[in-house]
């Protein structure tokens, strides 16, 4: 409860300096009575405050949700780091696959999955929106789409973390997933960026270089458009973090914009969208983590995941912030 407690005494702290603690409000679950911000950017980890702040460069100078959350993630894509972009960690055959996805306003959406030796998969993903028929594109047809449309191959190997880091994890070979990889200095798992634009637009983006050491061909939530980030401009956005197989069973990111639409708050929605996660999963839940974050059209944002130390960045005009997300196992782990 301590954690609870202490977000709390932030929370009001924060009350006369800050419009946006209407938005924080929303977080506590409570109703939203003031303005809300004049844009508003929310991204999954630590990564997310560098992210959002390329992003607000462009929401900030009247830009469109769409160009900014393809220029945040583009950040985190160039970063050394486990699980995003080209010095990703490999899968157990030593392939760096990488998956994205991009949805706008107008219910465009597009994607890459196991896309390898591009260095910006969201970028891919935006062009198999704007430039095909198609929503998805996988293996190497995505690379020769990519190829076709300008992207240049600029793989040159695993980076040097993962190299030591294969080379370590080859000695036994196995594969589990650990809580919160994705925190920490350079291991922050799949960037999910979803914004809200000062003509109150919506967009979203995704992108991961997946699990470390997954199977060849192992594709996880985040390009699949209702599951790794769902966008309806009506009602809100959402995107997701972790273990992206319990975020597929359940459509993760598309029920929680159902949820909102049925006037659940982000933070609400967020919540059971994780109780669902452990209500359908035939795994233990205990041992992994999954993280939703979520925006609705009235600018409130909020975040719920399985375990402790999921994070999410936010940024307004008036504001930037790395939060704590609130979280299931916590009385379980505190009792
Ligand atoms: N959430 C990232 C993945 O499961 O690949």
């Not at 300096?17 to 508003?40: D, M, Q, R, Y």
């Not at 393809?70 to 010095?87: R, S």
């Not at 449309?149 to 070979?173: H, P």
Request: aromatic share 8%.
């Amino acid at each position: 409860m301590q954690h609870r407690r202490s977000f709390l005494k932030k929370s009001i702290a924060l009350t006369t300096a800050l419009p946006i603690f209407n938005v924080l409000k929303s977080f506590a679950s409570s109703p939203i009575k003031a303005s809300k911000p004049n844009g508003l950017i929310v991204s999954t980890w630590d990564a997310g405050i560098r992210a959002n702040a390329a992003a607000w460069k462009i929401i900030g100078n009247n830009g469109t949700a769409l160009d900014a959350v393809e220029a945040g993630v583009k950040i985190t894509e160039l970063e050394n780091n486990c699980c995003v972009g080209l010095n990703g960690r490999p899968d157990r055959d030593g392939f760096v696959t990488l998956d994205a996805c991009i949805m706008d306003d107008k219910n465009r959406c597009g994607s890459v999955a196991m896309l390898q030796k591009i260095k910006h998969p969201i970028s891919v993903a935006r062009a198999v929106m704007e430039k095909t028929p198609h929503v998805m594109l996988v293996g190497d047809g995505a690379f020769q789409f990519a190829i076709k449309n300008g992207f240049k191959n600029e793989w040159k190997g695993l980076s040097k973390d993962s190299k030591i880091e294969y080379k370590k994890w080859l000695k036994e070979s196995k594969y589990k997933p650990i809580i919160n990889i994705e925190s920490g200095k350079r291991n922050h798992d799949t960037i999910g960026m979803i914004a809200l634009d000062k003509d109150n637009n919506m967009s979203g983006s995704c992108t991961t270089s997946g699990m470390a050491y997954k199977l060849h061909g192992r594709v996880g939530d985040s390009p699949i458009i209702g599951a790794g980030l769902f966008v309806d401009n009506e009602v809100g956005a959402a995107t997701s973090s972790g273990v992206g197989e319990e975020v597929i069973r359940i459509a993760g990111t598309h029920l929680v914009v159902e949820l909102m639409r049925n006037g659940d708050s982000p933070y609400a929605a967020c919540k059971k969208a994780v109780e669902r996660v452990v209500e359908k999963s035939p795994n233990n839940t205990k041992e992994m983590q999954v993280g939703f974050i979520a925006i609705n059209k009235k600018g409130q944002f909020g975040a719920y995941a399985l375990q402790k130390g999921f994070q999410y960045a936010v940024k307004t005009d008036t504001y930037e912030k790395l939060m704590d997300s609130d979280y299931y196992y916590k009385n379980q782990r505190e009792e």
